[in-house]
């Protein structure tokens, strides 16, 4: 599956962004998705994962309470509402899509990423 994200931008501390990230192919309902995040410097780095009805999630501590995961199926696009932004969460996203179905909060999990959209959340 080909993913294309979108929604990052520069921000100050305590604003929301949503990311957006389509997929294309039919077969979007069939994968587990991802939000991964890279800052300068570090290594990727798990957000949060949403199973194939998004009926399950799942957060990274640095961000839970803060964004939320979901998809709609019919348009092929999972979203990650992020809110209360701090200048640590500032990075390149990613999106990433899973074919099995079973949790995974490795980058190497994922098969399918996206090209990234970079978040920039000024002090």
């Known amino acids: 599956v080909q993913l294309q994200a979108s929604g990052g931008g520069l921000v100050q501390a305590g604003d929301s962004l949503r990311l957006s990230c389509v997929a294309s192919?039919?077969?979007?309902?069939?994968?587990?998705m991802g939000w991964f995040r890279q800052a300068p410097g570090k290594e990727r780095e798990f957000v949060a994962t949403?199973?194939?009805?998004?009926?399950?999630?799942y957060f990274a501590d640095s961000v839970k309470g803060r964004f939320t995961i979901s998809r709609d199926n019919a348009k092929n696009t999972v979203y990650l509402q992020m809110s209360s932004l701090k200048p640590e969460d500032t990075a390149v996203y990613y999106c990433?899509?899973?074919?099995?179905?079973?949790?995974?909060?490795?980058?190497?999990?994922?098969?399918?990423w996206g090209q990234g959209t970079l978040v920039t959340v000024s002090s």
């Open positions: 990433a899509a899973r074919i099995a179905s079973t949790v995974s909060f490795s980058p190497q999990g994922y098969t399918d």
């Open positions: 192919g039919r077969t979007f309902s069939s994968y587990r």
């Open positions: 949403i199973n194939w009805s998004g009926g399950s999630t």
